[in-house]
């Protein structure tokens, strides 16, 4: 009798899914990917990797330029904030449209990243490419792994 109202055949989420969609529902500000994350929605995404000679930290902040992003490091806490302006805005600050739905960040943010021990923070450098900002983080040279050459000794 009412199949007639559901135009649109949405699959159900299986298992536990259904409740962390109606928490993430009733608690936006608290949703999180998993358990280590930060609330969805933030911005800029960041991914941290790590290798013998470096922590790289990659800023995936679309639609900005070098000029509008801030990277700075105090007390072992790297920091990247800018502001992204909101799209389609005219002369007087008014949207030259109404949006029903916006899913892309606007506005003023900030995201920090506590550094693990070790870096050499005066050696850093930044770069930006393609909506990518890659953060070169140096280890110090007294922590890089070093290779110890093995010699033979002759039997006497």
């Not at 995404?45 to 679309?62: C, E, K, L, Q, S």
């Not at 890659?134 to 010699?151: G, T, Y």
Request: proline content about 5%; some cysteine.
């Amino acid at each position: 009798m009412f199949g007639d109202l559901r135009r649109f055949d949405v699959g159900q989420p299986q298992g536990l899914d259904w409740f962390r969609q109606w928490m993430d529902e009733v608690f936006p500000e608290t949703a999180a990917a998993d358990i280590r994350s930060v609330p969805r929605g933030s911005y800029p995404m960041i991914n941290v990797g790590r290798t013998d000679d470096a922590v790289r930290v990659y800023v995936f902040a679309a639609g900005l330029t070098a000029e509008q992003l801030e990277v700075s490091i105090q007390d072992n806490v790297l920091t990247v904030s800018g502001k992204r302006e909101a799209p389609d805005v005219g002369a007087e600050g008014q949207a030259a449209r109404t949006d029903f739905r916006r899913e892309r960040y606007q506005g003023e943010f900030s995201r920090s990243l506590a550094l693990p021990d070790g870096l050499d923070v005066d050696r850093t450098e930044a770069h930006f490419r393609d909506g990518i900002c890659e953060v070169r983080l140096p280890k110090r040279e007294e922590l890089k792994p070093r290779r110890i050459e093995v010699q033979a000794k002759n039997a006497s």
